[in-house]
């Protein structure tokens, strides 16, 4: 199984931390936000992972010899398009590695302890499955989705109150044609006016009617997203609760 890693933004609701630094580098704890993503990916059996990067990219390139686990292969691809499209780009730039096979794909901000991405994988198959929890209630900025059973009916932020019964942690699997279904949307979307300001999750949105978009709950499994500098706060006491001890690392500082 491999993964795709989308970390090509800058982060600007955490300037003035992500000035110069790229989000997925800030610090949680003892380790860089990437490097926890890393290790849990490598903890649940992932062997070769793509991060798509923009904003410092050498800054990324240059930590990774020293973050990466033991058994994982890490690449890179450079997004030149980051600073003017939003992360539907960095998907775009990837549709040929998402459509190789059985892949996959989270944001470069989220956090999860690895019981969170053995679940997916564990997860009946399906061509796009999306990664969902629950929780009493949903904010502005929650990622909210609607389904029935096991099947997505809808997904964005301004699902209402009445429809919304999840939020998406912004992790999916592909298999099972899934990537190409997906890339066949994205370029869809894209070919469209405002197809640049566009989120990756809007192409899963227009394919959930297809009725090969699933759903899988971690509800009360542990993770988190950084998207704002008191999201910081909240990762530090989340990463503290995780009692497992991380594989041993080569290189690391």
């Not at 600073?83 to 956090?111: H, K, P, W, Y």
Request: aromatic share 6%; glycine share 10%; hydrophobic share 45%.
């Amino acid at each position: 199984m491999k993964a795709i890693v989308l970390c090509a933004g800058q982060g600007k609701r955490l300037l003035p931390l992500t000035e110069r630094a790229p989000k997925c580098l800030l610090r949680v704890g003892d380790r860089s936000i990437l490097e926890w993503q890393l290790r849990g990916l490598s903890a649940a059996g992932i062997t070769e992972a793509t991060l798509v990067t923009g904003f410092e990219a050498a800054a990324i390139e240059a930590a990774l010899p020293g973050i990466t686990p033991p058994g994982l292969r890490v690449r890179t691809r450079f997004n030149p398009f980051f600073a003017v499209a939003e992360n539907i780009g960095s998907c775009f730039l990837v549709r040929d590695l998402l459509q190789a096979g059985e892949m996959v794909l989270l944001n470069g901000d989220t956090l999860f302890e690895p019981a969170v991405l053995r679940h997916l994988l564990a997860a009946p198959d399906a061509p796009i499955t999306v990664t969902i929890d629950r929780k009493p209630g949903y904010d502005a900025d929650d990622m909210k989705v609607s389904v029935e059973g096991t099947r997505l009916r809808a997904i964005g932020k301004t699902l209402s109150p009445e429809e919304t019964n999840g939020e998406s942690i912004g992790m999916l699997r592909f298999q099972d044609g899934g990537g190409a279904l997906f890339a066949a949307g994205l370029e869809a979307a894209l070919r469209q006016p405002e197809g640049l300001r566009r989120w990756y999750l809007s192409v899963i949105h227009a394919l959930a009617g297809t009725g090969d978009i699933r759903v899988t709950s971690i509800e009360g499994l542990s993770w988190g997203e950084v998207d704002y500098p008191n999201d910081l706060e909240q990762a530090e006491a989340l990463v503290r609760s995780w009692a497992a001890p991380a594989p041993a690392m080569t290189g690391a500082g």
